[in-house]
């Protein structure tokens, strides 16, 4: 089968939903299939073969946080050029929603169209607004796919239809298989994620830092992802900043081996979230997770029974918690054990033939993928 993707975000910016795409394009190709995936990326952003850039991306507000969009003009001829040139079977869109490739794609597009709807946020005021520019677009899609039962519900609540809910997908025995690092084990609590973004909740872990580190003395925190890694200790009492190490941005490989080394992974991540991928992954590796109660977190973990759950936003709750885990052997093990049980359900081979099964459905019997010669221009469709 021949396929295209479309990914919203720049692939040179680390993210969960650059991650499900490049993994399904990888476990995609190994099955055989032929697949394209088309995405803004800076010049010098090296590209893995099967990824064709769109030009360079903008930070844009986006879902509480700000992501780096590709939209325009030139963007749409990109955009026209890359389905004109390889006649897909069926082309699948990330996030048709959001003003970057998808909606352009869902615009230029004909055939068989499949969508992921990855976000989750109940009172977007600016999706309703859209709603009759995105109209026209969203009539075109043949199937909906969306990450969890909350990014079903915001595609529902704000723009009518509905999706079958598949997950993200993990390579569980890429985690599983990790070797622990020794510098990285001993009473170790592990964050990974962008440290100047508020809604990764890493200012919420720092409040609950100084109790954890006065009750728990052998403790430290490991930290992965870019940011002013002096601003977030600034709050720490200075005897204890040098409990926190700041590994920068890690590879694959240092992600998976930082997972498999800490006793507790920590997301203390305080809204924005339909999923939650790093939770499959710390799973997968058999971290015990200590996660906030957002309601996607919570169905990650079996609403608990695979990983323990805090108050959202609670740093003396997080504390709580955290101390009893490192003082409980015990209890972690049995996390650890329910978790890699529980993850199987997340890896590709269940989530990818799922996916398949959808692209099956819209395929069968259908015209490959052309540009749609009524589409019209950009400026007429944002009603300029």
């Known amino acids: 089968m021949r396929i295209g993707i479309v990914c919203p975000y720049s692939w040179d910016v680390p993210g969960g939903v650059q991650f499900h795409i490049r993994d399904l394009a990888e476990h995609l190709i190994r099955l055989g299939h032929e697949v394209s995936v088309l995405a803004p990326a800076d010049d010098e952003t090296p590209l893995p073969p099967y990824v064709v850039s769109a030009g360079r991306a903008v930070p844009v507000p986006y879902n509480g946080s700000v992501a780096r969009l590709n939209f325009g003009f030139l963007s749409a001829a990109r955009v026209r050029r890359w389905l004109h040139d390889n006649a897909f079977d069926v082309v699948h869109i990330h996030e048709p929603t959001s003003p ?5 794609t869902c615009w230029a597009a004909q055939g068989p169209i499949v969508a992921t709807f990855h976000t989750s946020n109940p009172r977007s005021r600016a999706m309703i607004a859209a709603y009759p520019i995105l109209q026209p677009a969203l009539e075109k899609i043949s199937a909906r796919i969306a990450v969890s ?3 079903r519900r915001t595609l529902v609540e704000h723009l009518g239809g509905d999706a079958v809910v ?3 997908g993990v390579d569980v025995d890429f985690f599983a298989r990790a070797e622990p690092k020794k510098e990285w084990q001993g009473e170790t609590l592990g964050f990974i994620g962008r440290i100047d973004e508020p809604r990764k909740g890493l200012p919420v872990l720092m409040k609950a830092l100084p109790r954890i580190l006065t009750e728990r003395p052998g403790a430290r925190l490991l930290v992965a992802g870019r940011g002013d890694e002096e601003e977030a200790v600034a709050s720490l009492p200075r005897e204890m900043r040098s409990r926190v190490e700041f590994l920068g941005m890690v590879s694959d490989e240092d992600k998976a081996r930082l997972l498999r080394s800490v006793d507790v992974y920590v997301a203390p991540n305080t809204g924005g979230e339909s999923f939650g991928i ?3 992954e710390a799973m997968s590796a058999g971290a015990p997770v200590l996660a906030a109660d957002l309601d996607a977190f919570a169905q990650v973990l079996d609403q608990g029974g695979a990983g323990e759950l805090f108050a959202n936003e609670d740093a003396d709750a997080l504390a709580d918690a955290a101390i009893r885990l490192l003082g409980d052997e015990e209890r972690r093990e049995e996390l650890s054990t329910r978790g890699s049980a529980h993850v199987r359900r997340f890896d590709w081979s269940t989530v990818g ?5 959808v692209y099956e459905t819209v395929t069968d019997g259908a015209a490959a993928v052309d540009t749609d010669e009524r589409a019209g221009g950009l400026r007429a469709r944002l009603g300029l």
Do not use: T
């Open 278 to 280: 790093i939770l499959v």
């Open 166 to 168: 598949i997950p993200n």
């Open 149 to 151: 039962e909350y990014a």
């Open 100 to 104: 970057s490739l998808g909606l352009l």
């Open 353 to 357: 033939a799922d996916v398949l099964a």
